[in-house]
């Protein structure tokens, strides 16, 4: 009996969570920037223009094809402070190039 009272509980909570997310998407704004023409191992830059303003918060995110996290050279080269979302300095980014 209350293995069946939180089942139906838990699946509620994940459509009211899921209905949430559909209903928000639309007012989502995306930017695709293609930077697949960038030469390895060398510094890119971008500049792209933004066709309206977006409001705050706006969060930049970006997308890798054909890397898994969990290859060896990956976790070899790990650095968490590159990932924390501070600064740092140039010359502590392990390459492994």
């Known amino acids: 009996m209350s293995s069946s009272v939180f089942v139906s509980i838990s ?3 994940c459509i009211g ?9 639309p ?3 995306e930017v ?12 890119c830059t971008k ?4 066709n ?3 409001a ?3 969060y930049f995110y970006y997308g890798l094809t054909g890397f898994y996290q ?6 070899k080269y790990y650095s968490s402070s590159q990932l924390s979302a501070g600064t740092i300095d140039v010359s502590t980014v392990k390459l492994g190039l």
């Open 11 to 13: 699946g509620a909570i």
């Open 17 to 25: 969570l899921g209905l949430g997310l559909i209903l928000s998407a």
């Open 27 to 29: 007012t989502s704004e």
């Open 32 to 43: 695709y920037v293609d930077y697949s023409d960038c030469a390895v191992g060398s510094v």
């Open 47 to 50: 500049n792209f223009t933004l």
């Open 52 to 54: 309206a303003t977006l």
């Open 56 to 58: 705050a918060p706006v």
């Open 70 to 75: 969990n290859h060896r050279r990956y976790l």
